[in-house]
Structure formats: structure tokens, C-alpha cells
């Protein structure tokens, strides 16, 4: 059966499950490092224990995502071997380079002072270790540095020559700082300590609404909450300074994102509908008159390239129209969430059982939110691996469709048992945590999206520093 499949469609399906897969845990420990900063900084100037608890436990979350970010990023440059060849050959004096750099100035330095954070709090000064906890910290953003750095070049490449058609470096600094590189560092930034945000509010509203009323748990709480309603703002108008970059650079993702079918002034904002390519028309649709030209050219009658000018040249229209809408969707439900949480916070100092239960809710959205969004600018990207240079189709290799299947196949299965290994980890941690603080309510204690109504128990549990 896997014969009669498509090998390329295949190796972008593998390629994508990797991705998807990886991607979830640097979003985590990118944002996570500078909050454990900061519960480690707030620890060093009062002394509060609270602090320094709330370090001990989300430090064990860190721990594990990045061993699993490690992992789960072996098998993509592997990839690049077995299922891409022709991107290192093509491009391969750019990539190589650049994931090099990501190596030696990033993950040497996360790998280096792991250890003392991780477990060196009371064996090294506490400079150290808050010096430890710093470095950690940036590797973690210097490696999101670098690996946005290439992804950014390959949507809008510069700096560059071909020769015999092999890339060759000509400006290392206009590689690097390309036209779109800043808007999807700060995207990419901002949607990691949003993911992080909530997966602390939601952890810890969950600890809460079990009865573990600790300080910490409040402290963590109260922290996700502010991060929350304080980037969600911010993130909305990065959003729209990217879109603005892209619709200058890859309009033929903008008209894919919008399904601007033809080229016209004035274009609606299509709120929700079905693509259909064929019929070259938008079923069911919801529109705002304007408002797509008036948010993308900041003109309501501005003009909007359509779909018609890119024939064979445009992604599908399908997955980006609704990755990007998942995407925003969840962004709103962020704002909403976020500034609720922080007024009833600032009002009651702790919150009330439905915003505690909206929170658990929102657990995860991060993640969702981050894969819509890597969605919409990999698929949208399509037809080409690096925009302009080398075609997806160009870049694959030979390899049966049988073999590809096989592998994709039991790469799926492995990573669903690791996520569900990943989340039962973050399940025992939590519910260890109420075991040793918590004293569950009357009325039965509510269940998070990832647990039930057994919890994991243990009576001489760590309780405070790394």
C-alpha cells in the first residue's frame, strides 16, 4: 500500500511529524530559563522560600523538556541525509555554518552549566548557581538565535551567490540579520514565554484547586498570569509588523493565509470559510468588508496581490487559511484569559474557582498556538524549501516510498508514546507536589486535561532547591 503513496509527500509528512514533535519542548525551556531567573533573583533579594519552592519544582519541568528537545532534535539532521539531500548540497555552505554556531555558542553552553543548576544549589555559592541559572538562560535564546536565523534566511534569502547552482556566502551579516529574522525572532520569543505562561498558570490552578495552597503555588500562579496578560498585547502587534514583513517579501503566503483569489482593492478579512482552489472561491464565507487590506497595507482600500498572480507558485490554500486562524484564535482566547486573570488577581490576591478552572483549560494552548503558527509559515513557504533557490521537490531523494512509510510510520507511534510519557512526568510531578502540601476539597478534586483522579504519592519528596 505505502508503494502506491507519493515519497515525496512522505518525507514532508516525516519531516513535519519530527518538527512538530521537537518543536514543542525548546518552546518551553527558551521562556522557562530567564522565569526560573527570575524566581531564583526575587529568591536572592528576600529570602522567601516561596520562591526558591516554585525554582525546585518548575526546574524538573525544565530538566525534562530539554532532554527531550535534545533527543527529538537528533533525528532532523539526520533527516537531512536520508530524505533531503539536496538541501545541504544546494545550500549546504549557508546551513551548515549556521546550525554549527547554534552548537558551539548555544548548546555547549546550556549543556556546561546544566548540572549546576540543575543540582549544584547546595553544593556551589550561590552566585554561581545564580550565574549557572543566567547562562542556561541564554544559551537557551542564543540557540533560538541561531536555528531562526537559517529558518528566516530560507524564507527570504540574501547575502548569497550561486555557483554552478551551489550557494555561497557573500555577506554573513545580511545572512543572519535578514529581512524577516527579526519579526520571527520576536514572534518565536513571545510565543515561548506565552506557551510557558499558561503552562504555568495552568499547572499550578491545578494545584491549587486540589488544595495545595503553598505560597509557591500562588507565587507561580500570580507569575504565569502577569506574563500572560502582559505579551499577549505585545505579541498582537509583532503579529502584525510580521504580517506587514511578509506581504512584502512572500505576498503569495498572504493571499493563501487570506484566500485572495484575485488581485483587488478594498479586500475583505474572511473570518472563517472554506477554500476551495478549484473553483478558485471561498464557500460559506464570513467577511468583514476592508478589513484585510486596511490591516495588511494600514489602507481600507489598499491593494492585495491575489492567488491569480502566482499560479503554480502559491502554497495550498487550505492548511495555511486555517493554521492561521487556529493560530489567532487561541491568541484571543490568551488576551481574554490573561487580562481576566490579572484584574481578578490584583482584585483578590488569588482566583476564584471558574478562572482556576478557565486556566486549566488553557494548559496546553501554547502548543497549539505555536504549531498553527509553524504551520502557516512552513506550509506557506511551499512550493519551496529556500524561497527562490531550491524547490522542495528538487531537495528530495530517492528513497522507495515503502522505506520512507515504514519509518514515518514508527516514528509516529515513538513520538506518541513519548508525549504521553512527557505528560504523565509533568502528572506525577504535580500530583507529588499536592501529596506532600494539598489537601483535596470536600467536592472531589477537579481533573486537569492530562490526569485523572489517581495521584502519585510520595512522603519523603525534595521540597525547595534544585
Not at 520562591?51 to 518548575?58: I, L, R, S, V
Not at 527531550?68 to 533525528?75: N, Y
Not at 524564507?155 to 543572519?176: C, F, K, L, S
Not at 495555511?320 to 490584583?346: E, K, N, S, Y
Request: hydrophobic fraction near 50%.
Amino acid at each position: 500500500m505505502m508503494e502506491s503513496l507519493d515519497p515525496l509527500l512522505l518525507a514532508r509528512l516525516q519531516f513535519a511529524a519530527n518538527i512538530s514533535f521537537h518543536i514543542l519542548f525548546p518552546t518551553i525551556t527558551i521562556s522557562l530559563g530567564w522565569v526560573l531567573l527570575y524566581f531564583k533573583w526575587r529568591w536572592n533579594r528576600s529570602h522567601d522560600a516561596r520562591w526558591m519552592d516554585a525554582y525546585g519544582f518548575w526546574v524538573k519541568i525544565f530538566a525534562l523538556s530539554f532532554a527531550m528537545g535534545v533527543v527529538s532534535g537528533i533525528t532532523m539532521s539526520f533527516q537531512f541525509g536520508t530524505n533531503w539531500p539536496g538541501y545541504m548540497k544546494t545550500v549546504g555552505n549557508i546551513a551548515g555554518p549556521l546550525l554549527a554556531y547554534e552548537v558551539l555558542t548555544a548548546f555547549f553552553l546550556e549543556a556546561a552549566f546544566l548540572g549546576i543548576m540543575l543540582f549544584g544549589f547546595r553544593r556551589v555559592g550561590n552566585r554561581m548557581h545564580t550565574l549557572a541559572t543566567l547562562l542556561v538562560a541564554g544559551g537557551t535564546t542564543l540557540s533560538a538565535f541561531w536555528i531562526l536565523a537559517l529558518n528566516s534566511w530560507m524564507q527570504t534569502p540574501v547575502g548569497y551567490e550561486m555557483r554552478d547552482g551551489v550557494a555561497h556566502a557573500v555577506d554573513w551579516w545580511a545572512i543572519v540579520f535578514n529581512p524577516s529574522m527579526p519579526y520571527r525572532l520576536m514572534h518565536m520569543l513571545l510565543a515561548s514565554g506565552l506557551t510557558v505562561a499558561f503552562l504555568m498558570a495552568g499547572v499550578s490552578a491545578w494545584r491549587w484547586l486540589r488544595g495545595d495552597r503553598g505560597n509557591d503555588v500562588l507565587a507561580a500562579l500570580r507569575t504565569g498570569v502577569m506574563i500572560g496578560a502582559l505579551l499577549t498585547p505585545v505579541q498582537i502587534f509583532v503579529g502584525d509588523m510580521h504580517g506587514l514583513n511578509t506581504l512584502e517579501h512572500q505576498p503569495a503566503k498572504i493571499a493563501a493565509i487570506e484566500a485572495v483569489w484575485e488581485t483587488e482593492r478594498g479586500a475583505p478579512l474572511v473570518a472563517i470559510g472554506w477554500p476551495d482552489e478549484a473553483a478558485r472561491t471561498t464557500h460559506y464565507a464570513v467577511e468583514v468588508p476592508k478589513l484585510a487590506s486596511l490591516i495588511l497595507t494600514h489602507d481600507p482600500n489598499g491593494e492585495l496581490r491575489g492567488l491569480d498572480q502566482f499560479e503554480g507558485e502559491h502554497p495550498p490554500v487550505k492548511p495555511v487559511f486555517f493554521a492561521f486562524r487556529i493560530m489567532v484564535g487561541i491568541g484571543m482566547l490568551m488576551l481574554l484569559t490573561g487580562v481576566w486573570g490579572a484584574w481578578q488577581m490584583w482584585r483578590r490576591g488569588e482566583p476564584s474557582r471558574l478562572l482556576a478552572r478557565a486556566l486549566m483549560l488553557m494548559t496546553f494552548s501554547g502548543w497549539v498556538a505555536v504549531l498553527a503558527g509553524w504551520y502557516t509559515t512552513e506550509v506557506g513557504r511551499q512550493p519551496w524549501l529556500v524561497t527562490g533557490i531550491l524547490r522542495t521537490a528538487d531537495a528530495a531523494s530517492a528513497v522507495p516510498a515503502a522505506h520512507i512509510g515504514l519509518t514515518f510510520v514508527g516514528y509516529m507511534v515513538l513520538y506518541v508514546l513519548l508525549l504521553a510519557a512527557y505528560i504523565g512526568a509533568l502528572r506525577h510531578l504535580a500530583a507529588k507536589a499536592v501529596a506532600e502540601h494539598g489537601e483535596p476539597e470536600a467536592e472531589g478534586p477537579p481533573v486537569m486535561p492530562f490526569m485523572d483522579e489517581t495521584t502519585v504519592a510520595s512522603p519523603d519528596a525534595p521540597k525547595g532547591g534544585a
